[in-house]
């Protein structure tokens, strides 16, 4: 099984070398250099714990806790209160996403230092591309700080989050 955090996104057996792209073609070499093809309409759709919010995982070392995701947002679906624990790098496909800061339409890049926090909307829905150095942490209940599938934060990706700091610097 492959998972994001605790969600379970493939209930099929991989290999060492398929665990970073669910659901990427097999390639013909063996070879740990070999592309890995993902056929992203064949992806299911995964239900975040935010309503009209779901991702196709594109790219996942959960070692390192990075992460590629497709995401769609329905229209006025809402990511609440969250920080960008790492960088985050959002190109947008169709739609609007907004924040207090600006907004990014179709064809438009907006990237996220570390430790900005904010709250982002769609008014007509949205289809964008959104890497992850390390999954943000929402704040949506009060004392508890959990991933966009409802994971408790810390126990899932904090330990994620010093390894990525070692590595970049």
């Not at 959960?62 to 329905?74: D, I, N, P």
């Not at 942490?137 to 599938?149: A, H, I, L, Q, Y």
């Amino acid at each position: 099984m492959l998972y994001f955090g605790r969600q379970v996104l493939l209930e099929v057996e991989t290999t060492e070398m398929d665990r970073v792209n669910p659901r990427a073609e097999k390639c013909e070499s063996s070879r740990a250099q070999s592309s890995r093809f993902v056929r992203v309409k064949e992806l299911p759709w995964q239900k975040t714990k935010f309503p009209g919010v779901e991702v196709k995982t594109l790219y996942l070392d959960q070692e390192k806790g990075q992460v590629t995701c497709l995401f769609r947002m329905a229209p006025g679906a809402r990511l609440p209160d969250h920080e960008h624990v790492l960088v985050e790098q959002t190109y947008v496909l169709e739609g609007r996403l907004v924040d207090h800061e600006g907004e990014v339409g179709p064809g438009d890049f907006v990237w996220r230092p570390a430790g900005s926090r904010h709250e982002a909307w769609t008014p007509e829905g949205a289809l964008m591309i959104a890497i992850f150095q390390v999954p943000n942490r929402f704040f949506d209940e009060p004392g508890k700080v959990t991933d966009m599938f409802g994971n408790d934060w810390e126990p899932t990706w904090g330990k994620k989050l010093s390894q990525s700091r070692r590595s970049i610097l």
